[in-house]
């Protein structure tokens, strides 16, 4: 049997409070080299606190981690490798240049630090300064660059060193939304092209997208899902990822016998699932874009249809989403197909396989 090769970092059931607060409860992940980990979800879920427990500017009070098979946080055994002593390099949101350097000195300090030789450091600080497309500014101060240089500048300093691991925690969230556009398919490229292993942190779902080979969805100070973005975002586990991630429908459901009752009313619908068995109750998912709400009577093959009256209709700028009460508190939303406005009576249609069943976290 082959042996799986052994994960880069490994965190067991990382645990942190501050005070009476329990901001991590429990995270285990692991990583492999060369994978670009995103840890994606919303404001105050632990996601910094997490990177700083990788980073090593704070300690576990409960829980592991290790890199390359060696611990190095481990509260129970005492262990807590320092920041400086982890190998790692981090980029900040804000991004923390020394002002009082040069772009150039800048780079150049952590490979100082390392002890490299004058002539390969200048050659190194040319090398990623060129990555970052920031040659011609090296002689420049901080203050007399624009943010999305100055982070270009950060993600060199950061990459210079030839870090094992590189952190970013939402390095693109202080530029403006075109620049943080053009910025985020750079640095997805860069990543790929250098093969860093790197954990980014963001609450922004088309970075995660972009820049992920997997995706953490945290929600309450856990992981509550990982996997590939196509796998999180066809098969969200949770109602938190399905309606984290795109636009989703949630509808309760009962199973009964073959069949299917959805909504508060019990709408029998067929019951076709490539899951063995799904939960006798609860609630299902059909993401938005699987849903198209058309006049009625119009005849669908294989399709799940559910009566309804049309409450929205709003304009997405390539196309309609129409709001639809299918019954009272029950409002799906989907595509709209022609002919349909506000007040018509429509009908909400999917195919059966776009259901997906949540276990409630
Ligand atoms: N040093 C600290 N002392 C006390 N509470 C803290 C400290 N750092 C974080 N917290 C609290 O821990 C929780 C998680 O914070 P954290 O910064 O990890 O969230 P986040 O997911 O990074 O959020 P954001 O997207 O807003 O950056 C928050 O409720 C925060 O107030
Ligand atoms: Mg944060």
Known sequence: MQQAEPAFLEARGLAKSFGSERVLRGVDFSLQRGERLVLLGPSGCGKTTLLNLVAGMLGADEGELHCEGEVIDDPLRRVHRPMRRRGFAMVFQDFALWPHMTVAENVAFGLEVQGIDRTARRERVREVLRMVQMESFAERRPTQLSGGQQQRVSIARALAVRPRLLLLDEPLSALDAR????????????????????????????????????????????????????????????????????????????????????????????????????????????????????????????????????RRKDFLGDRHEAFVEIEEGLILRGFAGPGIEEGTRVEVRFASDAIRFLSEG
């Open 179 to 310: 620049l943080r556009e053009e910025l985020k398919g750079e640095l997805a490229a860069l990543l790929r092209e250098t093969g860093v292993t790197a954990i980014y942190v963001t609450h922004d779902q088309s970075e995660a997208f972009t820049l992920a080979s997997r995706i953490a969805l945290m929600h309450e100070g856990r992981i509550e899902q990982i996997g590939t973005p196509e796998e999180v975002y066809a098969n969200p586990a949770t109602a938190f990822v399905a309606t984290f991630l795109g636009v989703s429908n949630l509808i309760p459901y009962a199973r009964q016998n073959g069949s299917l009752l959805v909504g508060g009313r019990r709408t029998p619908v067929p019951l076709v699932t490539r899951e063995p068995d799904p939960p006798r109750e609860g609630r299902l998912m059909v993401r938005r874009e699987a849903v198209t709400v058309g006049l009625q009577g119009a005849p669908v093959n294989g399709a799940i249809a559910l009566e309804g009256v049309c």
